[in-house]
């Protein structure tokens, strides 16, 4: 108790310095100066303090958990439960994965485009069509007066990408937080609900100013809650939807497949029944694809593995997601700009304008701040409190127009114009990892590396720089970018008979345009022409 108390202290001083400029920066974006909006947030910070103390409290179980993950993908990646692990200066072991966060793997087993088959007698060789994928992620699609409604500003884009991929016999994959239904629209009747699960301990006749919850009955009304949400995010986009049943969906398996994020994470099966039937049927958390040699074997060793990537950040990892990221959506994510920053059409100009040479930064991030690169001394001490209020989590400070830190804050996100980029997942010790257990594990018996696709961090990458200084390239990790959080910019991967590529839609008057990325050795990705 004492501990808790002490604990509590801490908590309740940094709310004391915290809330008043979160509050502020949340009124420079989406926090109406309402009576009820301000009601709605401090009722709602107890709800986010209580998030914090867990965190605290359980930071070596969060670490072991994301450890963990990093096995339960080597577990999926196999097909196996359990593998064999050949650490260094140790004899080799077996781990054994329970309870894999990918609850849900669907496969596909693609044939070659030329393949020998038994013909009258003989044998001969047969060709077949293309094997051909698109990905996208990150939509963030919500009901029509969601305060954070982005993805419409999309939508008719990304509908007319969507036909020329269905005429062009692609096959569709929608890889996480397609769906935004974490993020809600606050009322007295969800806040009340959230508020009577909060209970409170005292010692020596002194109640906690911070208190508790149960998190099993608050998950009942997340689900119940969600669910009247999901709802109002179909009927509000029907026509998408639609558009996705009938060209894709309804094809077969190998047309349509929707992969579970942290914003859409469909935890109840009372969720997946609100979906068209055959979206339904294609849900899953992760997708493994094996090509089949010209001898028409299947070969067990997936050339991609492509799931949301959720399950390596510390604030989203399954295990710990509904204290931590789902409380930071919840009570503050409808304040500012959702779970991550929106790039309007004045910030997207620069990648999307024909008339303009373009790239995009291609260099893996990190989750913590890694020291300070800043030559005034304002911004060194500047960047260790804006970044501390994140919890020590990287800022891509590089978005912002300024390249003063302590300039960006007062002029950019103090005035409304845009919210922090926050990284909290590194691909750096992402990749690190899978770089490791590919020399360490069953892996390493594989003709070619697996390669790992996800989204989540709103960025595309392919063979990306693994640090600004350094020349090392990340060969076997992409990143589908966003799909809705890009203004008139709609990023994806297309994988056409085992070959990738990065590329983004846009539009220009009333027509569309492709372009595709090309990486350099610098960390860029540069923009190429990539006509329709």
Not at 60 to 81: P, R, T
Not at 171 to 196: A, C, M, Q, R
Not at 228 to 236: G, S, T, V
Not at 310 to 334: I, K, N
Request: hydrophobic letters at 35%; a positive charge; aromatic letters at 12%.
């Amino acid at each position: 108790m004492k501990k808790n108390i002490s604990i509590n202290f801490i908590l309740i001083i940094m709310s004391f310095v915290t809330k008043p400029a979160v509050k502020t920066i949340a009124k420079a974006f989406s926090l109406k100066n309402t009576t009820l909006d301000n009601k709605f947030f401090d009722a709602l910070w107890e709800l986010f303090q209580i998030g914090n103390k867990y965190k605290r409290d359980h930071e070596d179980e969060i670490n072991k958990s994301l450890n963990a993950n990093y096995f339960h993908l080597i577990a999926a990646i196999l097909g196996k439960k359990r593998f064999k692990f050949f650490p260094d200066f140790f004899p080799e072991s077996t781990i054994t994965v329970n309870n894999n966060v990918f609850k849900r793997i669907k496969t596909f087993n693609i044939k070659p485009n030329r393949f020998r088959i038994r013909r009258n007698g003989r044998n001969v060789w047969a060709t077949r069509g293309p094997s051909k994928f698109v990905i996208f992620s990150d939509h963030h699609m919500t009901e029509n007066d969601h305060r954070h409604s982005y993805f419409k500003k999309n939508k008719g884009l990304y509908k007319e990408a969507l036909n020329y991929y269905a005429d062009k016999n692609y096959g569709l994959i929608e890889n996480g937080d397609v769906e935004e239904y974490t993020i809600f629209e606050p009322t007295v009747k969800i806040i009340n609900s959230y508020n009577s699960l909060i209970e409170k301990d005292s010692f020596l006749g002194i109640s906690e100013d911070i208190g508790s919850i149960n998190w099993a009955k608050l998950k009942e009304k997340r689900i119940s809650n969600r669910i009247e949400i999901l709802k109002k995010i179909i009927h509000d986009n029907n026509d998408l939807y639609t558009l996705i049943e009938d060209r894709f969906a309804t094809k077969g398996k190998r047309y349509y497949t929707k992969i579970t994020g942290n914003h859409d994470p469909y935890e109840s099966s009372n969720l997946v029944d609100l979906l068209p039937v055959n979206m339904a049927k294609n849900l899953c958390d992760a997708l493994r694809i094996n090509y089949r040699n010209s001898d028409y074997e299947i070969v067990k060793e997936p050339k991609y593995f492509i799931t949301h990537g959720h399950q390596f950040d510390s604030t989203t990892l399954p295990q710990h997601a509904h204290a931590l990221g789902e409380v930071f959506s919840e009570t503050l994510g409808w304040t500012i700009q959702g779970a991550d920053r929106i790039w309007d059409s004045q910030k997207t100009d620069q990648w999307r304008n024909s008339n303009l040479s373009s790239s995009f930064r291609n260099v893996l991030a990190t989750a913590d701040k890694e020291g300070s690169v800043s030559n005034s001394m304002i911004d060194v001490i500047g960047e260790a409190v804006f970044e501390s209020l994140m919890h020590n989590h990287e800022i891509a400070w590089e978005y912002f127009d300024s390249s003063s830190k302590t300039q960006a804050v007062a002029t950019e996100v103090m005035t409304g114009d845009e919210y922090y980029k926050v990284r909290h997942l590194s691909e750096t010790k992402l990749v690190e990892k899978m770089d490791y257990y590919s020399t360490k594990t069953e892996l390493k018996n594989f003709k070619k590396k697996t390669k790992l696709i996800i989204g989540h961090t709103h960025e595309p990458r392919m063979k990306a720089r693994k640090r600004i200084d350094r020349t090392s390239q990340a060969g076997n990790y992409l990143n589908s970018g966003s799909a809705g959080r890009f203004e008139n910019l709609i990023w994806g991967i297309e994988l056409v008979n085992g070959q990738e590529k990065i590329i983004s839609w846009t539009k220009e008057g009333s027509s569309i345009i492709r372009n595709h990325w090309e990486p350099d050795n610098s960390g860029k990705l540069i923009k190429k022409g990539y006509p329709i």
